[in-house]
């Protein structure tokens, strides 16, 4: 087994990753599905041994030995670069790497709103990238810094396990520490981070209580700071930084949190229509007075209408808003919508509601309107079958009855897929 062969031929196949394991040949994720290539033979442990372990610094060899589990970066010059796990599963090693551009994308190319410009340039603020694992946040986190690099004469440090994307400095001085490397640990480099002069910082990952209080502190003191969190969407984002603190903490925690936030970005990848990549919906929150309001108050239920209404001013669009959207332009099918949806009922009436014209729309209400004949036995052809009525049969929420405010237009990007990580 040639790993580095196995490396270029993850860029080309703009596959996102690449899995090791003992008695499978290589295994590739192109356009959100693991496939094997059987262009290769089974890979044998002696194998993934020799390649990957050589890919690993001293000190990650003994950590791995102690651990048995390391998280590297390794960069294949001119290629890529590619975050590395290993790992053990039944006593044999294996190896899951993701594909990291050397390019960093900007936010046109991933075909992201307006609005993440702006919370890119403010002076200060948490603006947290909720999603799930494998759905762009770290791609979506390192564009918005270049977008900074690019437009603005700061100081921005990274707190990183392991640094992911490498950024060269333009207007701004970017440092990026390595847990293991560069720093002990990362509560360490968390604590000594507000003396390093910073304006604006990449924390990673938010792991705990003490990592969220010190991303509001940061915040609260004059720093913008970006952290990514393993959340579905906005509202589940909310409750599980307010879930983390204990009762005792939870009023003073809610108040800072309302004071600090800038807002939360949710990202899920979806596969486009013509198969040839993946794109992004997304899901968008900004702390507006009447958001950090309700916070406050701990109204976390009625902030999903108020996101859904702040679409014109501030910009926010709910998942849904988005996925239609998505649909109505011919981008995403409305099946793979569907299925996306944390609430499909309300997003078939949006979509009836602003699409109803569109070509993918009709098809959708065709095929339910064949399905309902089936149902009912009904001998009626398509030609004599009355068009579906747009509105429900019973009462729907006021959310899903009223006709949901827009989410801000933006332009779709024309890539080929959205590399996630």
């Not at 075909?111 to 759905?135: D, F, H, N, Y």
């Not at 925690?253 to 970005?265: E, N, V, W």
């Not at 968008?284 to 976390?300: C, E, F, R, T």
């Amino acid at each position: 087994m040639d790993l580095h062969e196995l490396l270029r031929k993850t860029v080309e196949k703009n596959a996102s990753d690449l899995h090791l394991k003992v008695g499978r040949p290589p295994l590739f994720r192109v356009a959100g599905d693991l496939l094997p290539d059987d262009a290769y033979p089974p890979v044998t442990e002696s194998e993934i041994q020799t390649e990957v372990l050589r890919l690993l610094p001293e000190q990650s060899i003994e950590r791995f030995r102690h651990e048995l589990e390391a998280d590297v970066a390794y960069d294949y010059e001119g290629v890529a670069r590619f975050r590395v796990n290993i790992f053990y599963q039944r006593g044999k090693m294996g190896v899951a790497l993701r594909r990291i551009p050397l390019d960093i994308p900007s936010l046109e190319s991933l075909g992201l709103p307006q609005v993440l410009k702006e919370l890119a340039l403010r002076q200060q603020g948490w603006v947290l990238i909720a999603g799930p694992t494998g759905s762009g946040k770290s791609t979506t986190m390192a564009a918005m810094v270049e977008y900074i690099n690019q437009n603005s004469h700061c100081h921005i440090v990274t707190i990183e396990d392991p640094v992911e994307f490498i950024y060269t400095d333009k207007k701004a001085t970017i440092n990026q520490r390595q847990v293991g490397i560069d720093t002990l640990s990362f509560d360490e480099a968390l604590r000594r981070v507000l003396r390093q002069d910073p304006d604006v910082i990449l924390m990673g990952e938010m792991r705990d209580a003490k990592s969220m209080e010190t991303a509001m502190h940061a915040a609260e003191t004059g720093h913008l700071v970006f952290s990514t969190i393993h959340t579905q969407d906005t509202k589940q984002t909310l409750d599980r930084v307010m879930d983390v603190f204990t009762a005792d903490m939870s009023q003073q925690i809610r108040q800072l949190f309302a004071q600090t936030l800038a807002g939360i970005i949710a990202q899920k990848l979806i596969r486009r229509k013509d198969n040839s990549g993946m794109v992004a919906a997304v899901e968008i929150l900004i702390n507006s007075p009447h958001m950090s309001q309700l916070l406050a108050d701990g109204k976390v239920g009625d902030i999903q209408d108020a996101l859904q209404k702040g679409g014109d001013y501030y910009q926010m669009q709910s998942f849904n808003q988005d996925l239609a959207r998505l649909v109505s332009d011919g981008v995403i099918s409305a099946e793979e919508a569907l299925a996306t949806s944390p609430n499909p009922g309300d997003l078939k009436l949006l979509l009836r509601g602003i699409a109803s014209g569109s070509i993918e729309i009709k098809r959708m209400q065709k095929e339910e309107a064949a399905g309902a004949r089936r149902t009912a036995g009904s001998p009626l052809t398509d030609s004599q079958q009355a068009p579906p009525s747009t509105a429900p049969d019973s009462p729907a929420p006021d959310a899903a009855r009223k006709k949901p405010a827009p989410g801000p237009a933006r332009k779709l990007a024309d890539n080929n897929g959205y590399d996630p990580s």
